[in-house]
């Protein structure tokens, strides 16, 4: 599978942004799916994971109540909704599919595919 992020841009704190990833393929359905971010000068981080069917999320703690994943099976899209945004949240946001990544494990980034990234500005 093959996915492309998008949605990225310059906003201030408070803002929101709705992240994109399209992937290519008709197995979309069957990939657990995740979003990380690498700030400059840091290591990857992990986001959020979502199962194959949506029924299972895992969020990091430093977003969790204000960033929202969510998918579109049937047009092969995932979503990363993020509200109440802080300058901390400046980064490259990457989406990845895994076929077997349960969300449990999606911290340790061990995904198959990854999409090239789109960057999040934050300003204060």
């Known amino acids: 599978v093959q996915l492309q992020a998008s949605g990225g841009g310059l906003v201030q704190a408070g803002g929101s942004l709705r992240l994109s990833c399209a992937a290519s393929?008709?197995?979309?359905?069957?990939?657990?799916m995740g979003w990380f971010r690498q700030a400059p000068g840091k290591e990857r981080e992990f986001v959020v994971a979502?199962?194959?069917?949506?029924?299972?999320?895992y969020y990091a703690d430093s977003v969790k109540g204000r960033f929202t994943i969510s998918r579109d099976n049937a047009k092969n899209m995932m979503y990363l909704q993020m509200n109440s945004l802080k300058p901390e949240d400046t980064a490259v946001y990457y989406c990845?599919?895994?076929?077997?990544?349960?969300?449990?494990?999606?911290?340790?980034?061990?995904?198959?595919?990854w999409g090239q990234g789109t960057l999040v500005t934050v300003s204060s």
């Open positions: 990845a599919a895994d076929p077997f990544r349960t969300v449990a494990a999606a911290p340790r980034g061990e995904y198959d595919y």
């Open positions: 393929g008709r197995t979309f359905s069957r990939y657990n």
């Open positions: 979502m199962n194959w069917n949506g029924d299972s999320t």
